[in-house]
C-alpha cells in the first residue's frame, strides 16, 4: 500500500486532496515523467451510492487539467451498459465520448488459462475446470501510461473482496471468464469467498503471489 488516510469521517475536501496525492505517488513511485494517455476504471451505476463517480469525475479534470488524454472503461461486468443518462449522473461533466462501454461478448483479449489442476487445488477438490482469462482489449492494447482503478471496498461473493483485480478479472472479464469464475465460486461455496482475505478460489485463480494489498482501495497498474 503506498499511502492511506483513515478517520471516522472523511471529507470531500480530504478526499480530492487524496486524489491529487494518488496522481503524485503514481507518478513518482512509477518514474512516469508525463503522463500523456489515463484509463479509469470505475464500477458502473449500481455502484453508485459509494460516490465513486464524482471521485472519477475529479480525477478526470486533475488528470485533463495536466494534459493527459484520459479515457474510463464502467467495469460492468455482464450488467446492462449505461445509457447518456447513466453517465451523466454517475460520471456528471465527464464527456460521454470519453465514457466506453465494456463488451463482455467480442470486446476482450485471451492472456491465458488457469488450468483445471490449479483451480482444483485451490478449491479443494471441489472445482476441475480450467478458467480461461479474457479481459477487456482496450486495457491490453491501450497505450497507456497509467490505469487507476477507482472504487470502494466491499465483500464480493465471487472474488471475495471488490475492487483490486475484481475491476479486471470480472468487471472487465470475458463471457468465458465470468461464466467459469462465477460458476467455480458457486459450486466451491459462495461463503468460502465472501470476505474472505486469504486469497481463495477465484481470487487466487486471478491473483499473482507477488500482486500488492488485496484489500487496497485503489490499485494502480502501469502497462
Known sequence: MWFHHEERWVSEQTIKDLCVELIDQARSRLGIADLRRVLLLPPDITRAHSGVGWITEHLYHLLTDAGADVHLIPTLGQHVPHTPADNTFMFGSVPHERIHVHDWKDGVTHLGTVPAEKVAEFTGGAVAWDIPIDVNTMTVTGDWDLIINVGHVV?????????????????????????????????????????????????????????????????????
Not at 192 to 205: I, Q, T, V
Open 155 to 223: 465483500p464480493h461473493e465471487v472474488l471475495g473482496f471488490a475492487n483490486h483485480n475484481k475491476n479486471y478479472f470480472i468487471g472487465l472479464g470475458g463471457k468465458r471468464l465470468l461464466g467459469a469464475s462465477h460458476m467455480a465460486s458457486a459450486v466451491y461455496g459462495i461463503e468460502n469467498n465472501l470476505g474472505n482475505r486469504s486469497l481463495r478460489c477465484a481470487r487466487r485463480s486471478t491473483t499473482p503471489r507477488s500482486a500488492s494489498c488485496p484489500t487496497c482501495p485503489t490499485s494502480i497498474c502501469r502497462w
